[in-house]
Every structure is written in structure tokens, then in C-alpha cells.
Nanobody
Framework: QVQLVESGGGLVQGGGSLRLSCASSGRTVSTYVMNWFRQPPGKEREFVARIRWSIGWPYYADSVKGRFTISRDNAKNTVYLQMNSLKPEDTAVYYC???????????????WGKGTLVNVSS
């Protein structure tokens, strides 16, 4: 079993920054690929970014490339999402997810956190 807990969401003005955290636990969590997804109001959940614990290899959705940075702290079993130059369209519930393989779809994830709300005002 893998447990994921997100934190760091909140209200921010457009152009501002936030850093989300995903604290993970579980005996084999280091073997998973860690992902961030988001679900805007009234829309489907979508892939944002992913990273591997061991080698990194960050990968981003086109919509956030150049503005968001995913990173990990292996000692703390925590994955981060640094979000800069935020836009109102980034407003969403952000979810951390763990997958046994590379995937950018919801069905490809094995474990989910409960999410944290990011609200970007114009």
C-alpha cells in the first residue's frame, strides 16, 4: 500500500507562485513513478507532471511547461510541484498519484491522494 497526502494549496493572485507537497509512505513507494494531476471545476482530471524517485526524468504537460517544476526529496519521501506565473486557468484541485509505470492517464495510476485546492484569482 502507498499513502499520499498533498498540501500547499490556497488562494493566490494571477502571476503568483505556490509550492505543493506530496508526502508519501509505504514500503515500496520508491519504486513508483510520482505524478501530479489536476481537475479544474467542471472538467476532467488531467495530467500535469511526473518524476521518478531514482533518476528524476521530469516530464510536463504542454500547458505547464516552463512555469511548473516537479522535484523530489528522497530522504523525506516527498514530491513537490513549484508553480510559477500562475494563471486563472490553473485553478483546480491538484492530486498526487503514484504509478507502477509511465502513464499520463487517470486509469494508469495505482494510488491517489485526496487533493489540494489551488485557486488563482484574476
Amino acid at each position: 500500500q502507498v499513502q499520499l497526502v498533498e498540501s500547499g494549496g490556497g488562494l493566490v493572485q494571477g502571476g503568483g507562485s505556490l509550492r505543493l507537497s506530496c508526502a508519501s509512505s509505504g514500503r515500496t513507494v520508491s519504486t513508483y513513478v510520482m505524478n501530479w494531476f489536476r481537475q479544474p471545476p467542471g472538467k476532467e482530471r488531467e495530467f500535469v507532471a511526473r518524476i521518478r524517485w531514482s533518476i528524476g526524468w521530469p516530464y510536463y504537460a504542454d500547458s505547464v511547461k516552463g512555469r511548473f517544476t516537479i522535484s523530489r526529496d528522497n530522504a523525506k519521501n516527498t514530491v513537490y510541484l513549484q508553480m510559477n506565473s500562475l494563471k486563472p486557468e490553473d485553478t483546480a484541485v491538484y492530486y498526487c498519484a503514484a504509478a507502477r509505470s509511465f502513464s499520463t492517464v487517470v486509469a494508469g495510476m495505482d494510488y491517489w491522494g485526496k487533493g489540494t485546492l489551488v485557486n488563482v484569482s484574476s
